[in-house]
């Protein structure tokens, strides 16, 4: 008797469980919505939490399965999320029902992750006065004054290709590139000289490698954080804090400790941080901890280097796998060179018309993040539907998904520069091209970006060629342990200085 009591007992608790990893599952469903069916426990994402497979291919997959539906429903675990096809749908979210969309969904863990707390990740009522007094940093007139910053470090980087070239080995692309943003971010937001490219035990590059290198261990973290928020609550008061705590907050706090005392300004990243902890009356409701600054500067630094070396590998392994391309690129660069005297201007970069359309086709075909994330402020009902989510619902916009869409970008796996002529631009929806987002919560530092990006391929390219070799991965395989798109082995190329003779 006591056995079969037992048995019972066991029973209720298995059902019980059952019962609450799919009593949501109906959610979608009870919409009108179409979806794929979710399993207990991983819901749609078994692949991608287990990491067999990367989230921007998986999520391009259901994009493709449901190809004439405007929105799909999935599951992350029991959590339902909506994925968002629709382009005038999408400028609903990102613009015009902004306020209705302005939070990320994004989990900010005080306790175990402090740097949690930055600018990308924080929910609204800290996001907006903190948005409006970092924004300055990043103006066209800032970029302007920072540009020769950036000029010395892309001098550096010719340096030391010239360097590796000698060797007649192939290079890593990304390792080079990330030495190279490693630098300008160095410069540019600390006033510090990181020495990536000069040092090979650089710490900076180091803590860079720590931040996004695909470990167990980082996955660990990543995937408690997103699918399983309340382990992730419950482990915080016994797991240990990233060894990037300690780093960040250290040097962010010695760097304003260092100015402070001698008075120095430079007008730059640390100085608006300075700004902000001596003034924090300008930010309300803000407690301006020593960590809450160092977040702000790590996601400059984390978003700043990766995401614009990850561009400029991306575009060198595509212009190495097309040599006319190549080409014809160098002949832009030459004869800008010779029009200002080898001096490349902030100005005169904006003016490289075919440079632009290969940097934006890079981040048509390579995004950096596989889709934008926003969660509902309150109930909302999408304009000429009849769907209403409620409040605190997330919304997936699929942008990996979208920039390879055959019917939007013919044959997507073809690199070609000339999808971004004025005229074809023209003929497509804007919210079918969003590398940098859109909207007042798009990428604050996109111009940054854009300009150490172009910078740096003018500087490789103007004197070397760019070939595969026999370590190049072909085709391009997504990384699947990785959340910011990686190649799963690295991009590797020749790099041979051209005989100007």
Request: aromatic share 12%; hydrophobic share 35%.
């Amino acid at each position: 008797m006591e056995f079969f009591e037992i048995l019972c007992g066991i029973l209720v608790i298995l059902l019980a469980i059952y019962y609450y990893l799919t009593s949501t599952f109906d959610f979608w469903k009870l919409r009108g919505i179409r979806g794929p069916q979710p399993i207990p426990i991983f819901g749609n994402f078994k692949d991608v939490m287990l990491a067999k497979k990367y989230l921007g291919d998986y999520v391009t997959k259901i994009y493709n399965d449901y190809k004439d539906e405007p929105m799909i429903g999935i599951f992350t675990t029991r959590i339902p999320v909506l994925i968002i096809k629709d382009p005038n749908l999408i400028k609903d979210i990102l613009i015009k029902d902004f306020t209705k969309f302005v939070d990320r969904g994004s989990i900010v863990h005080e306790k175990l992750d402090p740097l949690s707390q930055n600018l990308f990740s924080l929910e609204p009522k800290r996001w907006r006065p903190l948005r409006t007094r970092l924004s300055p940093t990043f103006t066209s007139g800032k970029l302007k004054e920072m540009f020769s910053l950036i000029s010395q470090c892309a001098d550096r980087l010719e340096l030391y290709i010239e360097k590796l070239s000698c060797k007649n080995e192939p290079i890593e692309c990304r390792e080079l590139a990330a030495k190279y943003t490693t630098d300008v971010i160095g410069t540019c937001a600390f006033g510090l000289e990181m020495n990536a490219l000069k040092d090979e035990d650089s710490e900076f590059r180091r803590m860079g490698k720590l931040i996004f290198a695909p470990s167990w261990k980082i996955i660990l973290r990543s995937r408690l954080k997103n699918f399983l928020p309340w382990l992730n609550d419950i482990l915080s008061y016994i797991l240990p804090q990233s060894e990037a705590v300690p780093f960040f907050t250290s040097i962010v706090k010695e760097t304003m400790d260092y100015r402070d005392t001698n008075n120095i300004v430079r007008h730059d990243f640390i100085d608006i941080l300075r700004e902000l902890k001596k003034h924090p009356e300008k930010v309300d409701n803000i407690e301006l901890t020593d960590t809450f600054l160092a977040a702000q500067a790590f996601v400059f630094f984390g978003a700043g280097f990766e995401t614009s070396s990850t561009a400029i590998s991306n575009a060198l392994y595509e212009l190495a796998l097309n040599q006319k391309i190549q080409d014809k690129l160098r002949e832009e660069i030459d004869e800008e060179s010779i029009k200002h005297n080898g001096n490349f201007t902030y100005e005169n970069i904006k003016k490289m018309n075919y440079l632009d359309k290969i940097f934006k086709e890079t981040l048509r075909k390579y995004p950096s993040v596989p889709q934008l994330s926003r969660k509902t402020m309150s109930s909302y009902t999408f304009n000429d539907t009849k769907v209403n989510i409620p409040k605190d619902q997330l919304v997936w916009i699929p942008i990996y998904a979208i920039q390879r869409d055959p019917d939007i970008y013919p044959n997507p796996d073809v690199f070609d520069p000339e999808r971004f002529t004025d005229e074809i631009v023209q003929t497509r929806h804007p919210m079918h091209y969003l590398p940098f987002g859109d909207g007042p919560r798009n990428c604050i530092g996109a111009r940054f970006a854009v300009h150490q990006t172009k910078l740096g391929l003018i500087k490789i390219l103007q004197n070397y060629k760019i070939e595969t070799c026999e370590k190049t991965q072909i085709p391009y395989i997504n990384h699947p342990k990785t959340f910011l798109l990686t190649p799963s082995r690295g991009i590797y190329l020749k790099i041979n200085k051209i005989n100007r003779c």
